[in-house]
């Protein structure tokens, strides 16, 4: 009661992988009826559910939920879109649900589509380094 008191215990917040985020990694929520405005920098992986009215960047997964709209351009690793997006994308990995809504420019390394999805813009595709080697012919063991 009267003696020192005890310092409190650092806690160590686990590092995520660079894997797909599912919904169990998401370490942020903007909820369903919730509208923000504003630049927003988000460093862990994030589900939007509501509106956002700015641009939207992210280091981890960011997923935009059925209800989720976004009214600026999307900068992250890995988007996945169930919702709209109004403004341009940029990602590694760009994955595009049925149901979802894009229009704006893509800047992508990868673009998966489902049947029932919109977008409209350009995209454009980047080129990654590759770890593949040509094979020659004669090389193959021929």
Same mark, same amino acid.
Request: some cysteine; overall charge negative.
């Given at each position: 009661?009267? +003696?020192?008191?005890?310092? @409190?215990? $650092?806690?160590?917040? @686990?590092?995520?992988?660079?894997?797909?985020?599912?919904?169990? /990694?998401?370490?942020?929520?903007?909820? $369903?009826?919730?509208?923000?405005?504003?630049?927003?920098?988000? @460093?862990? @992986?994030?589900?939007?559910?509501?509106?956002?009215?700015? /641009?939207?960047?992210?280091?981890?997964?960011?997923?935009?939920?059925?209800? +989720?709209?976004? $009214?600026?351009?999307?900068?992250?690793?890995?988007?996945?879109?169930?919702?709209?997006?109004? +403004?341009?994308?940029?990602?590694?990995?760009?994955?595009?649900?049925?149901?979802?809504?894009?229009?704006? /420019?893509?800047?992508?390394?990868?673009?998966?589509?489902?049947?029932?999805?919109?977008?409209?813009?350009?995209?454009?595709?980047?080129?990654?380094?590759?770890?593949?080697?040509?094979?020659?012919?004669?090389?193959?063991? $021929?």
């Amino acid at each position: 009661m009267f +003696g020192p008191k005890e310092k @409190p215990r $650092e806690v160590e917040t @686990p590092v995520m992988n660079s894997k797909p985020a599912s919904s169990k /990694d998401m370490k942020t929520l903007i909820g $369903e009826g919730c509208k923000v405005e504003g630049n927003f920098f988000i @460093p862990t @992986p994030t589900r939007i559910d509501g509106t956002i009215k700015g /641009d939207l960047t992210g280091d981890s997964g960011i997923v935009i939920g059925t209800q +989720g709209r976004i $009214e600026g351009n999307v900068c992250s690793p890995e988007v996945v879109v169930y919702g709209t997006i109004a +403004g341009n994308v940029e990602s590694k990995r760009l994955e595009l649900k049925r149901g979802s809504n894009v229009n704006g /420019d893509l800047t992508v390394n990868n673009l998966i589509t489902e049947q029932g999805c919109t977008f409209n813009g350009k995209c454009n595709m980047k080129v990654e380094e590759s770890n593949v080697t040509e094979l020659k012919v004669g090389e193959a063991g $021929e």
